[in-house]
């Protein structure tokens, strides 16, 4: 990341007499985190409030001067208030310089954005490894790579590192930095969540220090030890946190392997609802009764219109590019894909079905955002079936609670009209389709909204709306799978 332009440090600092102080005399930590998008800010947020001395890093200097003033340029559901908690620990910055100097740990948090032959974009992760070689400390630094990245991009950050240092050679740069993986497991809506009450953190690195740094870093969380906030209470029975130290290769593909089979259950199900709904079956009902399976569990289980978002699709994609550089085929994730995907055209199937012409109706979409609590819009079916729905001649009008400013701002040319609420949306229409399962959709006046429509007839691509209450407001009522 560049530094021009930069604004200087924000002048709260933290108290140093904090850092020795919390979790039993805990070593705390100085620590950067380049990015300030879904991962590092909620990552920095979280740390911050631990007692590490965290300064985040972006060169969107309009991001930085939001988050100098309080206020989260990304919406995520109590980090606003976990930042104001964070006090003085947590500061924001264009220019990494002084706090590189002094740091023990950074952090590399910048997007990834998959281009079009699956691979992921590195463009931002080489212009931040190149600008921690430029101004590293003379201490000793972990670098850790929390960017999902392709394996054996930690030895190739290693090598920017040494190159922009001007270490030559890699061997005398270990002697102060060494490189490691601790990917992120976040679900958007409930990141900080994940970040202080994890199913486990995993570390790698080829260095027993990193790994030994990270262990202290996310003791607090490793042992449950800190305090917590009101607003995050700490989930009942909640015990110590695993951690998996392993080796770098082995903890870039544990990102990829969890969210590969993640992606594949997500499929499987909808695959099964689609068959389902063919023989006369009911999903939700099967999703229970394979759910209740402890090898199987019911979480990923619901059937809808599949999965979105900047992870899902981007890592699959990115892990059949790997292994395709091996001469390995991953039939399982592709065929994951193919079938999510295919999942959004079952909307435009049932409304031909239905309504029989496309051509001049207008569809209301309930939801923009991939999944409630978020507004992240990237990859959301809701995008992919508007406009499968404007190529067939249909006008589209749509809603969302929380993502409808950056929807507005993002696809201001995209044909698709936006009200400022469901009832605005379903004026006129010809048919409503849920695709976002936010909770307020729940409890919409639906008997109002039907008798305002041209027909009413819904869709609820998230088998998420009580059937029976819209059938009696009036509605023909369509699902997934049932």
């Known amino acids: 990341m560049g530094t021009e332009n930069s604004f200087p440090l924000s ?16 070593k705390l930590l100085k620590i950067v ?92 992760v080489q212009s931040a490894a190149s600008s921690i ?11 850790v790579n929390k960017s999902t990245v392709p394996i054996g991009s930690g030895h190739w950050v290693e ?10 050679d890699i061997r005398n740069l270990r002697n102060r930095c060494c490189v490691a993986s601790n990917p992120e497991f976040l679900r958007e809506g409930s990141a900080l969540c994940d970040i202080l009450y994890p199913d486990r ?40 946190v695993p951690l998996v130290a392993t080796d770098l290769a082995s903890a870039e593909l544990i990102k990829y392997a969890s969210n590969a089979f993640l992606c594949t259950k997500i499929s499987l199900i909808n695959e099964i609802g689609n068959l389902a709904e063919k023989v006369g ?47 390995i085929r991953m039939p399982i994730v592709e065929a994951a894909r193919e079938v999510n995907y295919a999942q959004r055209d079952l909307v435009v199937t049932k409304l031909l079905n ?50 409808l400013d950056r929807a507005s701002c993002q696809l201001n040319h995209s044909g698709i009209r936006f009200g400022p609420t469901a009832e605005a949306v379903a004026a ?4 409503l389709v849920l695709t976002t399962d936010w909770a307020m959709y729940r409890d919409l006046p639906w008997k109002r909204m039907a008798k305002t429509m041209a027909n009413p007839l819904i869709l609820d691509g998230r088998n998420f709306l009580d059937q029976a209450q819209l059938v009696n407001a009036g509605f023909r009522f369509l699902s997934i799978g049932r």
């Open 133 to 143: 070689g430029r101004h590293l400390g003379l201490g000793f630094t972990v670098v």
């Open 33 to 124: 985190i380049y990015g300030t998008g879904y991962v590092g800010l909620t990552t920095g947020a979280a740390m911050a409030f631990l007692g590490h001395e965290v300064t985040c890093v972006d060169i969107d200097e309009a991001k930085i001067a939001s988050l100098r003033g309080g206020k989260s340029p990304i919406y995520e559901p109590r980090l606003d208030e976990l930042m104001e908690l964070a006090g003085g620990n947590l500061r924001f910055s264009v220019d990494p310089a002084p706090a590189l100097s002094e740091a023990e740990v950074v952090f590399v948090a910048v997007g990834t954005p998959p281009m079009a032959d699956g691979n992921p974009d590195l463009t931002a």
């Open 354 to 403: 239905e309504l029989k012409i496309l051509k001049g109706r207008t569809v209301g979409i309930l939801g923009l955002a991939f999944k409630p609590n978020t507004d992240d819009i990237r990859d959301a079916p809701a995008l992919d079936i508007a406009q499968r729905l404007i190529d067939r001649g249909a006008r589209i009008q749509a809603h969302d609670p929380i993502a």
């Open 428 to 431: 006129g229409a010809d048919a």
């Open 11 to 26: 002048d709260v600092r933290a108290d140093e007499s904090c850092r020795e102080e919390p979790f039993g005399g805990l």
């Open 281 to 327: 079956a009911d999903i939700t009902h099967i999703a229970r009764g394979m759910g209740l399976d402890a090898r199987i569990g019911g979480r990923f289980l619901q059937a809808g219109l599949g999965w979105g978002g900047s992870c899902f699709g981007k890592d699959s994609a990115a892990l059949i590019a790997t292994a395709k550089e091996y001469d």
């Open 201 to 240: 953190v995993v570390v790698g690195s080829e260095n027993p220090t990193a790994n030994e740094v990270l262990a202290r870093l996310y003791e607090p969380i490793l042992q449950q030890s800190f305090t917590a906030p009101w607003f995050l209470p700490r989930p009942e029975g909640m015990g110590a």
């Open 159 to 168: 090598s920017l590192i040494a190159e922009a240092s001007g270490e030559g």
